[in-house]
């Protein structure tokens, strides 16, 4: 557990500080702009993409078909000339949005006004290319056999300039118009692609990123930590559990051994009253055959003596005290559960601090705190000392 708040101090601090940090930017950011309102972008962007890809096959599509009967290679033929065309359109309608216009939006007045020109001429830009694949369509209309053509670009280069609303044929004009539509919805996709204000989704985005990873580092050391706990009592737990059970059977075992001891002290008599009974009838046949006075022990009773009546030893739960053990197991358990609070108070001093405090404060600090309590539990362990002897 200590280890582990070592360690995640250290983390958990810079986690907070880059977070920090990265408040104070955003905000200042916000001020110098005079911006109260909160970032507005897409969570994903999968919509928009799909958007420009539709745009792309759309206009490809409607195009193919409205150059088709004009195109000597047919509307295939047409469709796969055109996807270039509406490439084009999607780009500078896309760009215009994403890129130019948001610009316009900046505080500094030269720049919003340079801006504002660079937009105009990129929006005449794409009015220009529409008319002139426009023009296109209106020269390849009429047959290359009629007009000798051999370059359509080169001859709709030359109507454009010479008259620029000049369009022929009706389905042209449509051709045009739908260009330009399909132009202005990329525009428009681009624009809301992220925030309107340059700057302003980037630096949101990354706030939002250190803010998450910071919860999500607290999260993670409150429960690493957490469950460091769990398993030191569990643990603690399990060797209490142990000494009970082993207590049980030591006492069986112990409860076997005195009926075992009964038995052998019985089965001593008895051998002493049959080796009494024999030596009585050799010592009354010796003394019938003898021709002088028998000796003086025939007199001495047969008795086992005490060093060879071996018994086992019944007193083996002295070795185990359970008691001791159990309340040694309960003062390790709070000691835990008390380590744990203290050290999560460490991860909560840092969540808790403010701005401020995170500029002046340092990693060290916390990493002593944890160092104090390690002395703490230290001296806790010296003055029971003696206890925990006894307890082993």
């Given amino acids: 557990m200590f280890a582990q708040v070592r360690t995640g101090s250290g983390i958990l601090f810079n986690s907070k500080r880059d977070f920090v940090q990265a408040n104070a930017d955003i905000e200042n950011f916000k001020i110098k ?39 000597e290679f ?24 994403c890129f130019v216009l948001p610009q316009v939006s900046r505080r500094f ?18 009015l220009l290319f529409n008319l002139f694949v426009g023009h296109y369509r209106d020269v390849i209309a009429v047959s290359a056999s009629d007009l000798g053509i051999v370059n359509f670009g080169a001859r709709a280069v030359e109507n454009l300039r010479a008259a620029p609303l000049g369009l022929a044929d009706f389905k042209s004009w449509i051709f045009m118009i739908l260009g330009t539509i399909f132009s202005g919805i990329a525009v428009v996709d681009g624009l809301k692609w992220d925030d309107l204000y340059p700057g302003y989704g980037s630096r ?3 706030h ?36 009970g ?21 019985a089965y001593y008599a008895q051998l002493e009253r049959d080796g009494r009974q024999l030596i009585q009838r050799y010592r ?63 991860y909560k001093t840092i969540d808790q601090l403010s701005e401020q405090e995170v500029q002046n404060a340092s990693p060290e600090i916390f990493a ?8 703490e539990v230290r001296e806790t362990d010296d003055r029971t000392s003696d206890f925990g002897e006894k307890s082993k």
């Fill in 204 to 206: 949101d985005r990354s």
């Fill in 33 to 71: 702009r005079n911006l109260t309102r909160p970032a507005s972008y897409p969570e994903s962007r999968f919509l928009h993409v799909s958007v420009l890809l539709l745009l792309l096959v759309l206009e490809s599509g409607a195009n193919a078909v409205l150059i088709g009967d004009a195109s």
């Fill in 245 to 265: 059970r082993h207590e049980q059977e030591l006492n069986s075992i112990s409860s076997r051994l005195a009926g075992l001891k009964e038995k052998l002290a």
């Fill in 368 to 375: 002593k705190k944890v160092e104090e309590l390690v002395l």
């Fill in 74 to 97: 047919g509307i295939l033929g047409g469709f796969m000339e055109m996807i270039g065309i509406s490439f084009i359109n999607l780009v500078a309608g896309f760009s215009l949005g």
């Fill in 109 to 126: 007045l030269p720049a919003r006004i340079a801006f504002i020109i660079i937009s105009l001429a990129v929006i005449a830009l794409i």
């Fill in 284 to 346: 009354q046949v010796n003394i019938g055959a003898r021709a002088s006075a028998p000796p003086a022990y025939f007199n001495n009773q047969f008795q086992i003596p005490d060093q060879d009546r071996r018994f086992p030893n019944t007193d083996m739960t002295d070795r185990l005290d359970a008691e001791a053990l159990k309340a040694a197991a309960r003062q390790a358990r709070r000691q835990v559960e008390n380590m744990h609070r203290e050290l999560l108070d460490v």
């Fill in 208 to 243: 939002k990123a250190l803010v998450l990873r910071y919860g999500r580092d607290f999260e993670r050391l409150q429960n690493g930590l957490e469950r460091l706990a769990k398993k030191g009592i569990d643990d603690i737990n399990e060797i209490a559990d142990r000494a």
